[in-house]
Protein backbone atom coordinates (compact mmCIF):
# COMPACT_ATOMS: atom_id res chain seq x y z
CA UNK A 1 0.00 0.00 0.00
CA UNK A 2 1.52 3.42 -0.80
CA UNK A 3 1.17 7.27 0.07
CA UNK A 4 -1.28 7.59 -3.46
CA UNK A 5 -3.50 4.46 -2.41
CA UNK A 6 -6.98 6.62 0.02
CA UNK A 7 -8.81 3.30 0.28
CA UNK A 8 -8.34 -0.40 0.59
CA UNK A 9 -10.53 -3.42 1.51
CA UNK A 10 -9.37 -6.11 3.78
CA UNK A 11 -11.58 -9.30 4.18
CA UNK A 12 -11.08 -12.71 6.31
CA UNK A 13 -8.52 -15.00 5.65
CA UNK A 14 -10.91 -17.36 4.67
CA UNK A 15 -11.04 -15.45 1.35
CA UNK A 16 -7.79 -15.55 0.75
CA UNK A 17 -8.28 -15.99 -2.95
CA UNK A 18 -10.63 -13.15 -3.56
CA UNK A 19 -8.59 -11.00 -2.14
CA UNK A 20 -5.45 -11.59 -4.44
CA UNK A 21 -7.68 -11.93 -7.49
CA UNK A 22 -9.34 -8.12 -6.96
CA UNK A 23 -5.98 -6.73 -5.12
CA UNK A 24 -7.50 -6.71 -1.75
CA UNK A 25 -5.72 -7.55 1.82
CA UNK A 26 -6.35 -10.32 3.62
CA UNK A 27 -6.58 -9.97 8.02
CA UNK A 28 -3.34 -11.49 8.32
CA UNK A 29 -1.10 -10.22 5.48
CA UNK A 30 -2.28 -6.52 6.30
CA UNK A 31 -1.32 -6.86 9.79
CA UNK A 32 2.12 -8.25 8.81
CA UNK A 33 2.74 -5.37 6.69
CA UNK A 34 2.00 -3.38 9.60
CA UNK A 35 3.84 -5.20 11.93
CA UNK A 36 6.78 -5.44 9.19
CA UNK A 37 6.42 -1.00 9.25
CA UNK A 38 5.64 -0.98 5.55
CA UNK A 39 2.79 1.40 6.26
CA UNK A 40 5.03 3.77 8.39
CA UNK A 41 5.84 6.45 5.34
CA UNK A 42 2.03 6.90 5.06
CA UNK A 43 0.65 10.24 4.59
CA UNK A 44 -2.99 8.79 5.04
CA UNK A 45 -5.41 9.16 5.62
CA UNK A 46 -5.99 5.71 4.00
CA UNK A 47 -9.67 4.07 4.87
CA UNK A 48 -9.58 0.69 5.25
CA UNK A 49 -13.06 -0.51 4.74
CA UNK A 50 -13.74 -4.31 6.14
CA UNK A 51 -15.39 -6.82 4.03
CA UNK A 52 -15.83 -10.14 5.19
CA UNK A 53 -14.81 -12.33 7.37
CA UNK A 54 -13.80 -9.44 9.86
CA UNK A 55 -15.46 -9.15 13.07
CA UNK A 56 -15.43 -7.34 16.49
CA UNK A 57 -12.71 -10.01 17.27
CA UNK A 58 -10.81 -9.44 14.16
CA UNK A 59 -11.25 -5.71 13.99
CA UNK A 60 -9.68 -5.55 17.49
CA UNK A 61 -6.74 -7.07 16.58
CA UNK A 62 -5.98 -5.01 13.46
CA UNK A 63 -6.59 -1.68 15.95
CA UNK A 64 -4.04 -2.58 17.97
CA UNK A 65 -1.44 -3.80 14.47
CA UNK A 66 -2.45 -0.01 13.85
CA UNK A 67 -1.35 1.22 17.26
CA UNK A 68 1.27 0.14 17.65
CA UNK A 69 3.15 1.87 14.20
CA UNK A 70 1.54 5.06 15.48
CA UNK A 71 -0.43 4.74 12.70
CA UNK A 72 -4.09 5.97 14.17
CA UNK A 73 -4.28 9.53 12.78
CA UNK A 74 -3.30 7.68 8.93
CA UNK A 75 -4.95 4.74 9.14
CA UNK A 76 -9.33 4.76 9.68
CA UNK A 77 -11.05 1.42 10.03
CA UNK A 78 -14.22 2.03 8.13
CA UNK A 79 -16.56 -1.23 9.61
CA UNK A 80 -20.18 -1.63 9.89
CA UNK A 81 -21.99 -1.47 13.57
CA UNK A 82 -24.74 -3.34 12.69
CA UNK A 83 -25.46 -6.20 15.70
CA UNK A 84 -25.44 -10.08 14.67
CA UNK A 85 -29.03 -11.32 15.10
CA UNK A 86 -29.47 -12.91 18.79
CA UNK A 87 -29.56 -16.69 19.40
CA UNK A 88 -32.99 -17.11 20.22
CA UNK A 89 -33.87 -15.45 16.83
CA UNK A 90 -31.79 -17.97 14.43
CA UNK A 91 -31.85 -21.17 16.57
CA UNK A 92 -28.06 -21.35 15.81
CA UNK A 93 -25.70 -21.81 19.03
CA UNK A 94 -22.70 -20.87 17.41
CA UNK A 95 -22.14 -16.89 16.68
CA UNK A 96 -19.61 -17.87 13.84
CA UNK A 97 -22.64 -19.68 12.08
CA UNK A 98 -24.59 -16.33 12.29
CA UNK A 99 -25.29 -15.09 8.91
CA UNK A 100 -27.15 -11.88 9.63
CA UNK A 101 -26.77 -8.40 11.31
CA UNK A 102 -28.56 -5.49 11.46
CA UNK A 103 -32.17 -7.04 11.50
CA UNK A 104 -34.72 -3.64 10.38
CA UNK A 105 -38.48 -3.23 9.37
CA UNK A 106 -38.71 -0.98 6.52
CA UNK A 107 -42.75 -1.39 5.99
CA UNK A 108 -45.39 -3.31 7.18
CA UNK A 109 -44.33 -6.13 4.38
CA UNK A 110 -40.55 -5.78 4.20
CA UNK A 111 -37.37 -6.47 6.50
CA UNK A 112 -33.55 -5.83 5.94
CA UNK A 113 -30.76 -6.95 7.25
CA UNK A 114 -26.89 -7.27 6.29
CA UNK A 115 -25.27 -10.48 5.22
CA UNK A 116 -22.57 -11.28 7.51
CA UNK A 117 -19.89 -14.07 7.27
CA UNK A 118 -17.33 -14.98 10.00
CA UNK A 119 -14.22 -16.44 8.88
CA UNK A 120 -15.19 -19.57 10.73
CA UNK A 121 -18.52 -20.16 9.66
CA UNK A 122 -19.18 -23.97 9.68
CA UNK A 123 -20.09 -23.17 5.27
CA UNK A 124 -17.07 -22.03 5.12
CA UNK A 125 -14.20 -24.28 7.25
CA UNK A 126 -14.52 -27.09 4.76
CA UNK A 127 -14.09 -25.42 1.66
CA UNK A 128 -13.41 -21.62 0.20
CA UNK A 129 -11.36 -21.96 -2.51
CA UNK A 130 -12.73 -19.35 -5.15
CA UNK A 131 -13.21 -16.21 -5.84
CA UNK A 132 -17.10 -16.27 -4.72
CA UNK A 133 -18.67 -17.53 -1.81
CA UNK A 134 -21.00 -20.97 -2.76
CA UNK A 135 -24.68 -20.66 -3.17
CA UNK A 136 -25.05 -22.73 -0.37
CA UNK A 137 -24.46 -19.45 1.99
CA UNK A 138 -27.00 -17.65 0.32
CA UNK A 139 -29.76 -20.40 1.06
CA UNK A 140 -28.85 -20.60 4.40
CA UNK A 141 -28.77 -17.08 5.12
CA UNK A 142 -31.96 -16.43 3.46
CA UNK A 143 -33.34 -19.07 5.89
CA UNK A 144 -31.78 -17.22 8.97
CA UNK A 145 -33.71 -14.04 7.66
CA UNK A 146 -36.77 -15.72 7.60
CA UNK A 147 -36.54 -17.01 10.75
CA UNK A 148 -35.64 -14.10 12.51
CA UNK A 149 -38.45 -11.93 11.26
CA UNK A 150 -40.66 -14.47 12.27
CA UNK A 151 -39.33 -14.64 15.80
CA UNK A 152 -38.74 -10.96 16.32
CA UNK A 153 -41.91 -9.71 14.57
CA UNK A 154 -44.73 -12.49 14.24
CA UNK A 155 -44.21 -15.42 17.00
CA UNK A 156 -43.11 -12.71 19.91
CA UNK A 157 -46.85 -11.10 19.85
CA UNK A 158 -47.58 -14.31 21.78
CA UNK A 159 -43.93 -14.11 24.18
CA UNK A 160 -45.52 -17.03 26.42
CA UNK A 161 -45.44 -19.79 23.14
CA UNK A 162 -42.31 -20.91 22.08
CA UNK A 163 -43.52 -22.09 18.64
CA UNK A 164 -41.82 -24.73 16.24
CA UNK A 165 -41.13 -23.50 13.19
CA UNK A 166 -42.07 -26.34 10.06
CA UNK A 167 -40.46 -25.34 6.55
CA UNK A 168 -42.78 -26.43 3.82
CA UNK A 169 -40.60 -25.74 0.86
CA UNK A 170 -37.85 -23.51 -0.15
CA UNK A 171 -37.17 -22.34 -3.85
CA UNK A 172 -34.24 -20.80 -4.93
CA UNK A 173 -33.09 -18.75 -7.91
CA UNK A 174 -29.37 -17.49 -8.39
CA UNK A 175 -28.70 -14.74 -10.34
CA UNK A 176 -25.23 -13.39 -9.67
CA UNK A 177 -22.03 -15.00 -8.17
CA UNK A 178 -22.10 -13.32 -4.51
CA UNK A 179 -18.68 -11.89 -3.05
CA UNK A 180 -17.02 -11.51 0.30
CA UNK A 181 -18.13 -7.96 0.76
CA UNK A 182 -21.46 -6.47 2.13
CA UNK A 183 -24.65 -7.59 0.50
CA UNK A 184 -28.11 -6.80 2.05
CA UNK A 185 -30.94 -9.25 2.44
CA UNK A 186 -34.35 -7.94 1.69
CA UNK A 187 -37.39 -10.36 3.03
CA UNK A 188 -41.09 -9.93 1.49
CA UNK A 189 -44.38 -10.77 3.08
CA UNK A 190 -46.18 -12.46 0.32
CA UNK A 191 -48.82 -13.78 2.42
CA UNK A 192 -49.55 -14.55 6.23
CA UNK A 193 -52.29 -15.97 8.35
CA UNK A 194 -52.11 -14.97 11.80
CA UNK A 195 -55.61 -15.77 12.60
CA UNK A 196 -54.93 -18.80 14.59
CA UNK A 197 -52.01 -18.35 17.38
CA UNK A 198 -51.70 -22.06 17.70
CA UNK A 199 -50.72 -22.32 14.15
CA UNK A 200 -49.79 -19.56 12.18
CA UNK A 201 -48.56 -19.81 8.09
CA UNK A 202 -46.11 -17.81 5.74
CA UNK A 203 -44.64 -17.35 2.80
CA UNK A 204 -42.21 -14.84 2.11
CA UNK A 205 -39.36 -14.06 -0.33
CA UNK A 206 -36.08 -13.18 0.33
CA UNK A 207 -33.72 -11.10 -2.17
CA UNK A 208 -29.94 -11.59 -1.67
CA UNK A 209 -28.42 -8.40 -3.08
CA UNK A 210 -25.14 -7.01 -3.88
CA UNK A 211 -23.58 -3.90 -5.61
CA UNK A 212 -27.14 -2.93 -6.68
CA UNK A 213 -27.44 -6.80 -8.39
CA UNK A 214 -29.61 -9.26 -6.80
CA UNK A 215 -27.79 -12.37 -6.17
CA UNK A 216 -30.03 -15.00 -5.20
CA UNK A 217 -33.99 -15.14 -4.01
CA UNK A 218 -35.45 -17.67 -1.91
CA UNK A 219 -39.30 -18.37 -1.73
CA UNK A 220 -39.94 -20.01 1.32
CA UNK A 221 -43.35 -21.55 2.84
CA UNK A 222 -43.63 -22.55 6.50
CA UNK A 223 -45.86 -22.73 9.32
CA UNK A 224 -45.52 -22.28 13.12
CA UNK A 225 -46.77 -23.81 15.35
CA UNK A 226 -47.48 -23.91 19.35
CA UNK A 227 -45.82 -26.18 21.72
CA UNK A 228 -47.81 -29.46 21.96
CA UNK A 229 -49.00 -29.90 18.64
CA UNK A 230 -46.15 -31.74 16.87
CA UNK A 231 -44.83 -33.48 19.70
CA UNK A 232 -46.82 -36.05 19.41
CA UNK A 233 -46.71 -36.66 15.31
CA UNK A 234 -43.00 -36.00 15.44
CA UNK A 235 -42.62 -38.82 18.00
CA UNK A 236 -44.48 -41.77 16.55
CA UNK A 237 -42.66 -40.93 13.66
CA UNK A 238 -39.55 -41.28 14.92
CA UNK A 239 -40.63 -44.44 16.48
CA UNK A 240 -41.46 -45.61 12.88
CA UNK A 241 -38.08 -44.75 10.85
CA UNK A 242 -36.43 -46.36 14.02
CA UNK A 243 -38.16 -49.53 13.48
CA UNK A 244 -37.76 -48.95 9.53
CA UNK A 245 -34.29 -49.18 9.78
CA UNK A 246 -33.59 -51.64 12.28
CA UNK A 247 -36.16 -54.04 10.13
CA UNK A 248 -33.64 -53.36 6.85
CA UNK A 249 -30.61 -53.28 8.36
CA UNK A 250 -31.73 -56.81 9.87
CA UNK A 251 -32.88 -58.04 6.14
CA UNK A 252 -29.74 -56.51 4.52
CA UNK A 253 -27.18 -58.06 7.10
CA UNK A 254 -24.37 -61.03 6.56
CA UNK A 255 -24.18 -63.18 9.50
Given at each position: ?128 DRVHVQGMVA ?117
Open positions: MSSAVTSRLVVGDRFRDFAEAVGAETLSGLTRSLDAGDLDTLQGPVHVVTGQGIGEFELSYLRDAITRRQLDDRVVLVHSTALPARRQELHKAREDNVLIAGLTQADDRTYEAQLRLHDHNELLVDVQIEAARQMFLAVIEHYFTARWPQQRYYIVLNSMNTTFSNFLFPVGATLRLTVDEADLSEPSRLTVRTTVELEQAGRAAAAVTIDAAAFAPGLLEEKELRRAKGAVASAVDTALATATV
